[in-house]
């Protein structure tokens, strides 16, 4: 035998696939038992459908031209809202990407902050003290690093605190994904890293984003445990996610969930995904919409009929009309106020770019 062709037997092969944890089939019936009450389960899902229709009205207000670009939730709530249920909003911490408003929202955020956040209204936006939320984060896989060190401080405080910080499966290319995975798994830091594999990384499909049979599988490379989640399943990705917040309270360090879900939307308003995938593939998955899911088990337990379903939509869409109507009289940002947000005080060298501003617009 020639050197370098014997057997490779020390390298294991990756599994064909991984086991998908589900609880809450697409019809709405149970495959284990619910780990929310009923009123736990109504709350949630009335967030979830406020989601939903918050969707609609931003992705109309953008297409006037009222708002900025707009990235939905839709098809995403479960997976969001799930894993956002398993924190202590009153220690724990929630790192965004920019798809995550139901999980903000959960974790106190005002409806108004939110809105105000699209309208442009700075001040107005920013995030109440004593609310444990960093701001939501526009560029790909920026926030990890962020996370990786928020949780490392909480460790070495002893806090009690557990971070969850999101992404996409797109973002889990970023050499910013890679830093903070490695650096919570050498310091053992109480965080959850939540990739959200909802198919499409834009326009590029799962299959061109890794050669791994899941996102998951990664973890041990970091040293910490990694688990595959439905993420279409409410109980499923709080069941999930709630064992990870465990895990990091207790000192046990970091996990990597994969919640498999699915976009059924586009990917912001500045996107056409006519252009890259087929519809039939969209129409699976909306059998599979995690609203209709949680909405069939509430109506198998007698807890939600149609005309409430009806009245609980008017009611969401009321309050987010009326969080729009207030955000609009807000005062919009001047010229200052690009210079008052970035130090607690406005250091010498912003101060003469501002006034160098102001005189060359006086001139």
């Known amino acids: 035998m020639t050197p370098g062709s014997e057997p490779r037997e020390t390298i294991a092969s990756f599994p064909e696939d991984p086991v998908v944890y589900s609880v809450l089939g697409p019809g709405g019936t149970l495959t284990g038992e619910a780990p929310l009450d009923a009123g736990e389960t109504l709350a949630a899902f009335r967030l979830m459908v406020l989601a939903r229709q918050f969707d609609k009205r931003m992705t109309g207000l953008s297409r006037r031209d009222e708002i900025g670009t707009y990235t939905p939730l839709e098809g995403q709530e479960a997976s969001v809202l799930g894993s956002a249920l398993a924190l202590e909003p009153a220690r ?13 929202l959960q974790h106190g955020l005002p409806l108004d902050s939110l809105v105000s956040m699209y309208f442009g209204r700075i001040n107005a936006a920013r995030i109440p003290d004593g609310l444990n939320i960093l701001t939501r984060q526009q560029a790909i896989g920026t926030q990890l690093p962020h996370a990786a060190g928020l949780a490392w401080g909480l460790k070495l405080t002893g806090t009690g605190g557990v971070v969850i910080v999101y992404c996409g499966e797109g973002a889990s290319s970023e050499g910013d994904f890679h830093e903070a995975c490695n650096l919570a798994g050498v310091t053992g830091a109480p965080i959850v890293f939540f990739v959200q594999n ?11 984003q890794t050669a791994a049979p899941s996102f998951a599988a990664r973890a041990a490379g970091y040293g910490m445990p990694g ?38 939307s586009f990917h912001n308003t500045a996107d056409n995904p006519r252009m890259y995938r087929d519809e039939a593939e969209v129409e699976a998955a909306r059998k599979r919409d995690p609203i209709a899911r949680v909405r069939s088990y509430l109506a198998a337990k007698a807890l939600l009929d149609d005309e409430g379903f009806a009245a609980l939509e008017r009611e969401v869409t009321e309050e987010i009309a ?23 005080e406005l250091t010498p060298g912003l101060e003469k770019q501002r006034d160098d501003l102001e005189r060359l617009v006086d001139q």
Not at 199 to 208: E, L, Y
Not at 230 to 243: I, R, S
Not at 247 to 252: E, L, Q, Y
Not at 322 to 344: E, I, N, S, W, Y
């Open 198 to 208: 909802n198919g499409w990384a834009i326009s590029t499909p799962v299959r061109q």
């Open 322 to 344: 009326a969080a729009v109507a207030r955000v609009k009289t807000l005062p919009r940002p001047g010229r200052a106020d690009v210079f008052d947000h970035v130090f607690d």
């Open 92 to 104: 724990d911490w929630i790192v965004p990407s920019y798809r995550e408003q139901a999980a903000l």
């Open 227 to 264: 688990a595959v989640v439905d993420g279409m399943d409410l109980f499923a990705t709080y069941n999930v996610t709630k064992e990870a917040v465990e895990r990091a309270r207790n000192g046990d360090g970091p996990t990597l969930i994969e919640s498999r879900c699915y976009r059924m």
